[in-house]
């Protein structure tokens, strides 16, 4: 595949395309400018809401950004949401009954799209002074239909957590992770980044084949076996999660490294 060139690039963000204190480095903006001036669309495919896009629309400009998990589809430039496929109320009662049934010390919050809920108990690490935070109960931020539902244990280690909560929605909801703590960010059922890159992608009459795609973490996994499966080219940082290495088509080095920059300037 010497010769293979992608027609488009997607990147995850934190610990992929940023670096470890959350830029984007001058080589590796060059390297997206110098592929876009050829006419090769730039997506982002990340866990983030758009709430947190502001920073990177600085730097980026434009473009698509695939957002909560493949939940929202955002233009970069107009700060518009395209699509979004949400969690109905119904789907996130009965999710959130079942996980606090079986585990009461369960916490909950919601994303939906430009807004954040969580109950009180809850405890937010980032953006808790915000605009559009809040804390709500529960059976009020399950009530409207909501991009992602976060679930969280403050005791359990990650992927015992994940694990139950993966057991307990089952083929209800979406199950992934893209972070150290023991936190279960669940979506409608099949979204995944895989399905909103697939979108995207078809609004620019390319394939999987045509397509590379970088990532560090579980959440990527189904992005990955989409491209991998289809022809493309999935790689992962040096750093990342050994499910997502053991999916991918290539290694690159690490986000510090700008392990991105690197592999593009290599087709």
């Known amino acids: 595949m010497s010769d293979w060139r992608p027609r488009l690039i997607a990147s995850d963000m934190d610990g ?7 830029t984007v480095s001058p080589a590796t903006v060059a390297e997206l400018e110098r592929w876009r001036a050829d006419g090769v669309p730039v997506v982002l495919a990340t866990g983030r809401p758009p709430r ?8 980026l400009g434009r473009g698509t950004a695939v957002c909560c998990n493949g939940a929202v589809l955002l233009d970069l430039e107009t700060f518009e949401i395209l699509e979004e496929e949400a969690l109905p109320p119904a789907v996130l009662a009965d999710v959130t ?3 606090r049934r079986v585990r009461p010390d369960t916490w909950f919050a919601v994303e939906y799209g430009l807004e954040f ?3 009180p108990v ?3 690490r980032w953006d808790v002074d915000a605009p559009g935070v809040a804390e709500a109960p529960l059976e ?3 009530a409207v239909p909501a991009a992602k539902l976060l679930a969280r244990h403050e005791d359990m280690g990650r ?3 994940v694990a139950l909560v993966e057991d307990v929605v089952g083929d209800r909801a979406t199950v992934t992770n893209s972070s150290s703590d023991a936190l279960a960010e669940i979506s409608a059922r099949g979204v995944t980044k895989a399905t909103g890159l697939a979108r995207v992608a078809a609004r620019h009459g390319v394939g999987p084949g045509d397509v590379v795609v970088f990532g560090d973490m579980p959440n990527d996994i189904a992005a990955f076996d989409w491209v991998r499966e289809g022809g493309g ?3 992962a940082m040096a750093h990342a999660h050994p499910d997502l290495l053991a999916a991918a088509t290539d290694v690159t080095g690490t986000n510090d490294d700008d392990g991105v920059a690197a592999f593009l300037a290599s087709l």
């Open 16 to 22: 992929t395309l940023l670096r470890s204190d959350d």
């Open 52 to 59: 947190w896009m502001h920073r990177i629309r600085q730097v």
């Open 97 to 99: 009954e079942g996980l």
């Open 117 to 119: 809920r969580h109950e």
């Open 122 to 124: 809850y405890r937010p």
């Open 140 to 142: 009020e931020i399950v």
């Open 159 to 161: 992927d015992e957590f």
């Open 233 to 235: 080219r999935a790689v």
